[in-house]
């Protein structure tokens, strides 16, 4: 009896920030406390191996992704999809036995000890792969053809089509031979299907099903057009859907979800990236713990957010000096700002973020969190948390930065005193700038140059950096193991902190910076002409495309 195949793909929507720990919440946790989960495969130390790995497999016409289980810190089983080749399988394969091998040598919680199951996406996903592009003209040949003409046309559509389906007056398929599903060759014409993406399409296309559809209905979004498909287990079909209109609701819905995409519609639905109004000026950025969102101070000192979720977060008039965002979930979208007094500075909260005491009184935020060095030298925070200072900076801190366990602070002396558990440390010498990344320290010293300690051990990273200076850095918080800065002639320079650590890439051109921020790997940056330019990793993608082989029948969406 022939094999029955189906063709499954699955969408994977981020609409929501990916769950981060906010360090005011960490605060008020015990330490030591639970291990994080471990950060997905492509923002370990082989994250850039992987993404080359998938660069080279997409130069080479492969789509989809490598399934990698991991027990016990060996691989025990690594599963392709249908269109993934054995060099890119190899590949995958030999990043992650490298970061088993460096979790064996020195266990930082890289990958869980006891079991993991990590997915690496293949390719880039593409709106529409060139087979759609000749069986879409085909296609429209048949549909207009006349009674007389559409054997001909019904042949020629034929042969784009795999055997044993066939093609009907209409934009159907359906297989020939009583009981073959549809079968999972025509994966190769709809492996990038734009998708259902409930937040968007469902204000737009109401009515898109009958009770008895199989499923609900994906969309394929070109240039020019925008067609609804529909399945049921022996019939897929595809549903023009004409005028700009249309297309002009879509955008309108995802300014919904967030503002500032940059690009046409295809750009913001399959890699989406922001830009900042060219027509205003901004002298301040800060990101989400998740990176999603960017929020920006005007030179005037007024709020503007771009990016996932940006109209969550409603701003109040200002001005302020300083700004932080949160982020951690569906429910969590708040924002505070250090707003100037005669009397000093007060800070003023709206969103998902509770009232802050009028008593609190900082002059800028510790990243990634609405807490910050209080006139007692101390951590205060909006919520009121405690925050510890390692003992020798209580009462003397400077500047502070914390991220997961450890906290640093530069006392009024200079140096620097870091404390992770039970393990606290403290380094002579002149330092400012401190910056607490996901696996390491950073801070700067009287002469511009860069000092980094392993956020772990809190032991001295060797580094050759003896002949440049830098006048601000902000260490990586997830993703590679790198800190960017910017130099002494106001450029931006990234560097990697490990041996296996690749930096980010840096923003072209010539401009030059006064500021930058970081969250989960991306990093933003004001420059000298007032602009705010992002780079590092890519925005969170509102339509990744997979192929699944748990068995649905037909086409099925999430």
């Excluded at 994250?47 to 997409?58: F, H, I, K, N, V």
């Excluded at 801070?443 to 006048?471: E, N």
């Amino acid at each position: 009896m022939r094999r029955i195949a189906r063709l499954y793909v699955l969408s994977l929507l981020g609409l929501i920030d990916p769950l981060t720990t906010s360090p005011e919440a960490e605060a008020r946790e015990q330490i030591p406390r639970e291990p994080p989960l471990p950060a997905p495969l492509m923002m370990t130390e082989i994250g850039p191996d992987l993404r080359r790995c998938s660069a080279e497999a997409e130069a080479r016409g492969e789509f989809g992704d490598v399934i990698v289980e991991i027990a016990k810190l060996s691989i025990i089983k690594v599963v392709p999809s249908r269109q993934v080749g054995r060099a890119t399988y190899r590949c995958v394969q030999i990043a992650v036995e490298r970061l088993l091998e460096m979790e064996r040598r020195a266990p930082k919680r890289r990958v869980d000890p006891e079991h993991q199951t990590g997915d690496v996406p293949i390719g880039r996903p593409r709106p529409l792969l060139p087979a759609i592009g000749a069986l879409l003209p085909a296609w429209d040949q048949h549909v207009g053809a006349s009674p007389a003409q559409q054997d001909a046309t019904r042949r020629e559509l034929q042969k784009l089509l795999p055997p044993d389906v066939a093609v009907d007056n209409g934009r159907c398929l359906a297989p020939e031979v009583e009981g073959l599903i549809i079968d999972e060759s025509i994966s190769q014409w709809l492996q990038t299907v734009g998708h259902e993406v409930p937040e968007v399409w469902r204000y737009i296309f109401d009515g898109r099903s009958s009770p008895n559809d199989h499923a609900p209905p994906a969309f394929l979004v070109s240039s020019g057009r925008v067609l609804r498909v529909l399945s049921t287990p022996r019939r897929l079909c595809l549903e023009n859907i004409e005028g700009e209109q249309t297309r002009r609701q879509l955008r309108q819905r995802m300014e919904a979800l967030g503002s500032c995409w940059a690009g046409d519609l295809n750009d913001i639905l399959m890699t989406p990236r922001i830009e900042f109004p060219r027509d205003r000026r901004f002298k301040l950025v800060t990101l989400s713990p998740s990176g999603a969102t960017a929020c920006a101070l005007d030179v005037d000192g007024h709020p503007f957010c771009c990016g996932r979720n940006a109209n969550k977060y409603p701003p109040l008039a200002g001005p302020f000096t300083d700004l932080a965002i949160s982020g951690r979930g569906a429910q969590d979208f708040g924002a505070c700002g250090v707003k100037p007094t005669p009397a000093g500075t007060t800070v003023e909260c709206w969103g998902d973020t509770p009232a802050p005491p009028p008593s609190l009184k900082i002059a800028r935020f510790i990243r990634q969190s609405f807490c910050g060095v209080a006139p007692s030298r101390d951590i205060a925070c909006v919520s009121g948390a405690v925050v510890p200072l390692p003992a020798p900076a209580r009462g003397k801190a400077r500047e502070a930065a914390f991220q997961g366990n450890t906290v640093c602070a530069v006392a009024t002396s200079g140096k620097i005193s870091c404390a992770r558990g039970a393990v606290s440390k403290t380094f002579d010498g002149t330092f400012s700038n401190v910056d607490v990344g996901a696996d390491s320290v950073c801070a700067l010293d009287q002469a511009g140059q860069v000092h980094c300690w392993d956020t772990h051990t809190l032991s001295p990273l060797s580094l050759s950096l003896a002949d440049r200076s830098f006048r601000q850095i902000a260490v990586g918080t997830s993703g590679s193991n790198a800190f960017c800065g910017i130099t002494s002639a106001a450029g931006i320079e990234c560097v990697p902190l490990g041996p296996d650590s690749r930096p980010p890439s840096v923003p072209g051109g010539s401009q030059q910076f006064v500021q930058i921020g970081e969250a989960a790997g991306r990093f933003c940056g004001v420059t000298s002409s007032s602009r705010v330019e992002c780079w590092g990793e890519t925005w969170p993608p509102v339509i990744r495309t997979y192929e699944t082989r748990k068995p649905f029948g037909g086409l099925r969406l999430y």
